[in-house]
């Protein structure tokens, strides 16, 4: 089982940067597509970003693009999310999951499509 946890959560003002991070508890990230995933307060799941094992990136336009960057460094077995301008709304709980194959695919904002779950960093942006 791919167990993964997330860090790098925090309170931040408006407009600052977090860095988050996905590792896994054990074994390799290596072999399966990564997403972040974020719950705002009373909001739905949303896919904000992910990452093949080949280095495909997909954003979600409305919330991520032009912001946020998806990277996946394999010597440090680690994905990350770096976050920048950030906004109030930004506020949520942030987790990365583990798609069953390489790729994000099309349909990679679907939360059904991961199947690994980390439990997730909170994330604060104070305006």
């Known amino acids: 089982h791919l167990g993964l946890v997330e860090s790098g959560g925090g309170l931040v003002q408006s407009g600052g940067s977090l860095r988050l991070s996905c590792t896994p508890s054990?074994?390799?990230?290596?072999?399966?597509?990564i997403g972040w995933f974020r719950r705002a307060p009373g909001k739905e799941r949303e896919g904000v970003s992910c990452?093949?094992?080949?280095?495909?990136?997909?954003y979600n336009r409305e919330t991520a693009e032009g912001r946020f960057t998806i990277s996946r460094d394999s010597a440090k077995n680690t994905v990350y999310l770096q976050m920048h301008d950030l906004k109030p709304e930004d506020t949520a709980v942030y987790a990365c999951?583990?798609?069953?194959?390489?790729?994000?695919?099309?349909?990679?904002?679907?939360?059904?499509?991961?199947?690994?779950w980390g439990l997730g960093t909170q994330v604060t942006v104070s305006s």
């Open positions: 999951a583990a798609r069953s194959l390489p790729m994000c695919g099309e349909y990679w904002t679907a939360a059904k499509e991961f199947i690994n």
């Open positions: 054990g074994g390799s990230l290596e072999y399966f597509a």
């Open positions: 990452i093949s094992t080949e280095g495909d990136i997909h």
